[in-house]
Nanobody, 121 residues
Framework: EVQLVESGGGLVQAGGSLRLSCAAS????????IAWFREAPGKEREEVSC????????YYADSVKGRFTISSDNAKNTVSLQMNSLKPEDTAEYYC??????????????WGQGTQVTVSS
């Protein structure tokens, strides 16, 4: 059974940093991809970053490019999202999701329970 567990969220002031972690189990990091996406009230769901578990290729939404960094530790089955220079508009529930069939996060089949990130101004 695929399980994804997010952690690391919290309350931070604008300009601060947080590091989110996604602990994955029930599958191997091979020829699939993991995304971080976020949901905030009144806003559309946004995929902020994606990483291929096969070659480490990454994608970032324009809204976070240069501020967020995604990485994976295939030996530990974890994916992290380092978030720097946080802005109030980054406030959202953050989820990690698995696309088991492609390496570019096309369709997420599983995701975790989320972790809340709140950025105060």
């Amino acid at each position: 059974e695929v399980q994804l567990v997010e952690s690391g969220g919290g309350l931070v002031q604008a300009g601060g940093s947080l590091r989110l972690s996604c602990a994955a189990s029930g599958f191997t990091f091979d020829d699939n991809s993991i995304a971080w996406f976020r949901e905030a009230p009144g806003k559309e769901r946004e995929e902020v970053s994606c990483i291929s578990t096969s070659d480490g290729h990454t994608y970032y939404a324009d809204s976070v490019k240069g501020r967020f960094t995604i990485s994976s530790d295939n030996a530990k089955n974890t994916v992290s999202l380092q978030m720097n220079s946080l802005k109030p508009e980054d406030t959202a529930e953050y989820y990690c999701g698995l696309d088991p069939y492609s390496t570019n996060c096309e369709v997420l089949a599983s995701w975790g329970q989320g972790t809340q990130v709140t950025v105060s101004s």
